[in-house]
């Protein structure tokens, strides 16, 4: 699992997509997204396959298009003429040939596939993050994920410690839309700015924090300073024009510059633009939402905001440096957290240690560094009175701990063990932070060496039938609520099973016919009623009422149905706490599989 992780360690829906009724002349449907691991990294190692529930169509199929296949395409895929109807999407890494898949591959992908109900002329918007068995985790889809991150439990679930990622960083390319955002920049002095990157940026939670990921193409300003973000899908972000960009995938890139040079003020500081988000600010706290919806958004103007400068300079002491391979990392302290990438700075290393930031604005920052012989997470102030730094590296950490395995299946053993892994992962990911992935001794043992001090989640990879249950340290669950580490452990237990923990039923309707319902289902322990936990879960019910829910860590749970439509509520605290005496109260034990009877709530 990771989520399990398995679940991909529970990861979150990505964003909320948009399920949208289109009526095309042939009245076929389609289905259309994106699919990222759970670092959001684009997946192209897949196989997505559309089939019936109907298993009594599955061999005339191919000729119906009612089953299609097609790999993923730098994380993006579409497939189109589908009839209306019921359907199963799932991901696969078999290789499908131009048959089509065999019935015996498609009754291994019934389990793991996530219901699609199609309508004539329907075009699903899908946003899929895998776990590390390049397995579904969860989907963004409309009337799908109503469990969103907020501040307030009134409306929404709160973000708590234990929150999964709203969307990951570094965000891929989303299926386009008819939208636009179009606007005018212009610099201090009222003058347009040619040049200027212009990036929007969609609001996301990681474990409690808020923080904005670049998303979709950027754009630059012609030469009157007017740019246009074009095939937007509908949604709410942030619009930006970026000071600098950085290409962290790329060991000793330089930074790129797309603000006018700084200038040299009659005080004699130097004074420089910064990153400017709309309306003019240069704090996200500050910065105001747009809305897109199906049209062009106009007149989204702003002036870029400028601030004093100077040179940070300083040497890094205590371990050997690689330099092309080692570099310092800046964040802006206020944002540290906030922004993926658009206000870091990156500096590369010599040998001796020394390092440079041009042009770095007054303010509060926190240098990174991390390599083999030791870490630093140093916070400073700069100002036009800082002198040059000497930062000195601390001993890195150890984190070493045990593998067991739970199920029927013989524990892996040999080649199949060999391909096993254990990935300890900072629970905010910021730039310049860094996981760590080991292999499993054939004693079940593991050990992470050269680990910063942080908050981590532990988290495997492995191969199917064995996904994750759990990753403790000192008893506690990081798959839940991440750990702090301050110092060596030597406590860690990953637990993996050979079968997940789920449910699955009917929606019981007094009355009324049943049409169309969500199943929330809810850990009993409200510590968990936080944004994307992976023991709060939702899911749309398929023709017949029925329903299915997977990778459930094992406890007590509660379950309700809503009936969906333009009144379903949010999923909240409020909600899930007033509906507990008519919700259907189950316990789950490990590797177990219920079957429930829920009542619909109206």
Known sequence: M????????????????????????AQTSGVSGAIVDESGQPVSTVMIVVFPVDEQKWATGRDSKMVQWMAADAGAFKITGLPPGEYKLAITQEKIGGDGPDAALLKTLVRRGFPLPLAAGQQAQLQIVLNAQMQLSRVGMSGLQRVIAGAGSSATLPAGPGA????????????????????????????????ARIQRLLPIVRNGVTQFAPTGQPTTTDELGEYHLTGLPAGDFLVAALARSLDFSALGAPEQTHMPASVVGPDGRKLGSVTTYYPGTDSTARARTVTVGVSEVTGINFSL????????????????????EDAAVLLPAGQ?????????????????????????????YVLNFTNSGGWAHESLT?????????????????????VE????VPPPTGETLRSFRIRLTPAVLVSGARSFEVAIQPSGEFTVLGVPAGRYMLQSRTTPPWTEMSGKLGGEDTLDTPVEVTENRDDAVVVL???????????????????????????????FWTSGSRRV??????AGGGFSVSSLPPGPYFAIALPLGPDTPTVNNALLEKYQGRAQRFELAAREHRTIEVQMIR
């Open 382 to 402: 700069v100002g036009a009175a800082t002198e040059p730094l000497t930062i000195t590296l601390k001993t890195p950490l150890r984190v070493k701990g045990r």
């Open 305 to 324: 905001q400028r601030r004093p400068m100077t040179d940070l300079s300083g040497t890094i002491v205590g371990a050997a440096i690689m330099p092309m």
């Open 336 to 364: 540290a957290d906030g922004t993926l990438g658009t206000e870091s700075r990156r500096s590369a290393v010599a040998r001796n240690g020394h390092f440079l930031f041009p042009d770095v604005p007054y303010g509060s």
């Open 164 to 195: 999964r990622i709203g969307a990951p960083p570094n965000l891929p390319p989303a299926p386009g839309g008819p939208a636009a955002i179009s606007g005018r920049v212009t610099d201090a002095d009222g003058k347009p700015v040619a040049g």
């Open 405 to 408: 395995f739970l199920g029927e």
């Open 2 to 25: 990771i989520r399990q992780i398995v679940g991909a360690a529970s990861v979150a829906l990505l964003m909320t997509s948009s399920l949208a009724a289109q009526q095309g002349p």
């Open 537 to 542: 879960r939702v899911s749309r019910i398929v």
């Open 497 to 527: 099973v050979d079968r997940e923990a789920g449910i699955s039923g009917t929606v019981k309707e007094v009355g009324d016919a049943l049409h169309d319902a969500l199943v929330v289902v809810y850990s009993a322990d409200r510590q």
